[in-house]
């Protein structure tokens, strides 16, 4: 190499290098953007961004309104959100040191991230990524093989992961044929093995074996299939976001026949993620409410029994008489001992609420180490799985 192309390439480094600081740090404090809680990048509404630490050392201790140290834009930390362009950068220029080993292990996390966790729940592993999954929607296992079901933006929208984060299969075209899937929301897997999908550009539902062989699509009445899973009677249940319903579908998935659509709620506000209780057959429903706005928008979980009788519910507001920020809750599953586990994308956190006849309690059982957790599930043994659409992975935390 010559020395002018020589000096060429260490201005150019060094360009890149000063541009890398310069997109990359706070410029309140001037510490480096992380997917760590602390030093997580986050906008405000006025479209400035500054590391979440400095959001809470900004806002007023009661009610929580703060200006913008740029324009001077009034506005409440709880309106305040990820960077996502920001975290992906950061997750792009990682240092390798922090991708996680064949073993689970994270080399290099530190107290503050991805293994911190409450008492009773352990981080065990991570996989998947920029590029293995691609803006992950939806999560579900196979209890009978132990298979990992992912949904996601890619070539192939439906990925089988083993648990130890090895592929082993994907399936599911992006395509405009009969079964192909255009813009998966949801996934679960029925108790005879098979992939159910709710794909939102046709509006329909698509069963899949573990071949990726097609058996069943299903267009019926939905104008916005979103959320589904599956009863301990092997139907799948499912959430109409733009019609407001709940379904219950009744089909023989080896031969690909449907048996029946039942609609069983009729009056829900935008229904998207949904999950059924093995134990009991209790079912909790996420409803997105929006009232003025997007800066005002909140969720309700509802509890209804088996037969389709409402049992509880609470919205964001409640929660906030537990917690001093916003909660929006973007996942919903339950353990084997039938709690009710809920992520929120606000705060990165995952709660648990109780069981039903105890409903709602709070108890905060995963507080570090997640950007924009978007689905949840659990395995046999009682491990949560839970799907980080921020860093597009999955997460493994076993029970101590």
């Known amino acids: 190499m010559s020395a002018k192309a020589s000096e060429k390439m260490q201005i150019t480094m060094e360009l890149v290098n000063e541009t890398e600081i310069s997109l990359l740090e706070c410029k309140v404090c001037f510490e480096k953007y992380s997917h760590q809680k602390k ?24 009610n929580f309104r703060l200006e913008c140290p740029f324009c001077r834009r009034v506005c409440k930390s709880s309106e305040t959100s990820d960077c996502l362009p920001l975290l992906h950068l950061t997750e792009i220029l990682r240092p390798a040191t922090n991708i996680p080993s ?24 991570s996989f998947g990524g920029w590029g293995t999954l691609i803006n992950p929607t939806g999560i579900s296992i196979c209890q ?55 794909d939102s550009g046709d509006q329909s ?23 589904l899973d599956t009863t301990p009677e092997n139907k799948i249940i ?28 009729s ?58 920020s916003k909660i929006y ?21 995952v709660l648990c609420l109780g069981k039903p006849e105890e409903f709602p309690v709070f108890k905060p059982i995963i507080t570090q180490g997640l950007a924009y957790p978007v689905a949840l599930t659990y395995t046999a043994n009682n491990s949560l799985i839970v799907l980080d659409n921020g860093d597009h992975s999955v997460k493994i935390y076993t029970a101590s």
């Open 329 to 349: 809750v973007t996942a919903v599953t339950f353990d084997r001992e039938g709690h009710i586990i809920v992520a929120d994308v606000y705060n990165q956190i």
């Open 144 to 198: 009978r093989s132990g298979c990992v079901v992912v949904a996601h933006d890619g070539k192939k929208r439906i990925k089988l992961f083993g648990l130890s984060g090895s592929c082993i299969q994907q399936f599911g075209e992006r395509g405009n044929a009969g079964n192909d899937i255009k813009y998966p929301l949801d996934v679960t897997v029925t108790l005879d093995g098979h992939v159910v999908v709710t």
């Open 102 to 125: 064949a073993s689970g292990a994270t080399a290099g996390a530190s107290d503050e991230g991805i293994g911190s966790t409450s008492p009773g729940l352990t981080f065990s592993l």
């Open 267 to 324: 009056n829900l506000c935008n229904p998207r993620e949904v999950a059924v209780s093995q134990l009991s057959g209790v079912i909790a429903v996420i409803e997105h409410l929006l009232a003025r706005g997007p800066n005002y928008s909140s969720t309700r979980v509802k509890i209804f029994n088996a037969d389709m009788t409402l049992i509880g519910q609470i919205d964001s507001f409640g929660l906030n008489l537990f917690f001093p």
């Open 205 to 227: 539902v698509k069963v899949f074996d573990f071949d990726g062989r097609g058996k069943l699509v299903i267009q019926g009445p939905f104008h916005l299939p979103w959320g």
């Open 39 to 62: 030093h997580r990048p986050r906008n405000l509404p006025c479209g400035h961004v500054i590391c979440l630490d400095c959001v809470c050392s900004l806002a007023h201790p009661r």
């Open 238 to 265: 499912l959430t109409d976001a733009n019609a407001g319903a709940l379904y219950h579908l009744t089909a023989d998935f080896k031969k690909g026949e449907l048996k029946k659509i039942q609609k069983t709620q």
